[in-house]
């Protein structure tokens, strides 16, 4: 991931304020993010906090948290990539469309701008453009991941079909052979 120079360099009071409230600005991102799902699920989502019982909320709350943590902080691409990846790759395998999969990651310019709103620090000069860059980034390597994810979806499924053709061609042969009969074949009567 490739960041511009001015968001690596982003840094200042205004920032350093907003790192303060990282923590109320994942919390916030989460909210808007569960929005989106049907209203019995983000409850579910919210709540329950074991991630053997809630995966999904437990890998979205962890890597949002880290993702805030690097919208306001160091911004590591290594790291970002990561996060970004454990939601993108829940996301590629629900039903909903790149826009959709991709969209929670603009919530965290809401987010960020309601944790301004609320006296977490306005970021001075170029700090909140810097911090709206990298959101920006995210987006952009969130939505490559999600493409290369259902790439893989549509690969696995492509091969799933080849076998099953494949095992059928070889159902459909040993039935042809004489001495051959498919199971649960009546050896009396002629196809």
Known sequence: ?????????????????????????????????????????????????DPFRNPVGHTLRQALSGLAEELVGAMDPARVAALLDSVVRIRAVQDVSAKEAVSFVFLARQAL?????????????????????????????????????????????????????ALLDRIRERAGRPGSEPAGADPGTAP
Request: aromatic residues 4%; charged residues 25%.
């Open 1 to 49: 991931m490739t960041l511009p120079a001015g968001a690596r360099a982003a840094g200042g009071p205004g920032l350093e304020a907003l790192a303060a409230r990282r923590s109320a600005i994942a919390g916030r991102w989460l909210a808007l993010t569960l929005e989106g799902y049907p209203a019995p699920t983000a409850r579910l989502l919210a709540r329950e906090t």
């Open 113 to 165: 701008r309601e944790e301004i709103d609320s006296g977490g620090g306005l970021p001075a000069g170029d700090g909140l453009a810097a911090v709206e860059a990298r959101v920006d980034e995210m987006a952009l390597s969130a939505f490559d991941l999600f493409m290369r994810c259902r790439e893989q979806i549509h690969a696995i499924r492509a091969d799933e079909a080849r076998r099953r053709t």
